[in-house]
């Protein structure tokens, strides 16, 4: 059984900081591209950030330089950092196995102004 739980999101004003994990169990998770992806409030769930088996990694244009995704195989977990957050960042994070059906439950990040 696939699982992916988040974890870290939680409430912080502008221009703060907080470091999102995603553990994964039931896939290989070495051999998996890794996404997060964030839907707010009235508004189409996006990609944020990706990064494939061997670490390259893709960004939306809207956290380019703010957030950093990254990995650890020997720990089944995909972390997303995010600093100088603004208002406009707050959504619901979810991580996902990227090209399949799997998708955490998400997680809560509101950044208030």
């Known amino acids: 059984q696939v699982k992916l739980v988040e974890s870290g999101g939680g409430l912080v004003q502008a221009g703060g900081s907080l470091r999102l994990s995603c553990a994964a169990s039931?896939?290989?998770?070495?051999?998996?591209?890794m996404g997060w992806h964030r839907q707010a409030p009235g508004k189409q769930r996006e990609l944020v950030a990706v990064?494939?088996?061997?670490?390259?990694?893709n960004y939306a244009d809207s956290v380019k330089g703010r957030f950093t995704i990254s990995r650890d195989n020997a720990k089944n977990t995909v972390y997303l950092e995010m600093n100088s957050l603004k208002p406009e960042d707050t959504a619901v994070y979810y991580c996902?196995?990227?090209?399949?059906?799997?998708w955490g439950r998400g997680t809560q990040v509101t950044v208030s102004s």
């Open positions: 996902t196995i990227t090209g399949t059906v799997y």
């Open positions: 039931g896939y290989p998770f070495s051999r998996a591209a």
């Open positions: 990064i494939s088996a061997g670490g390259i990694t």
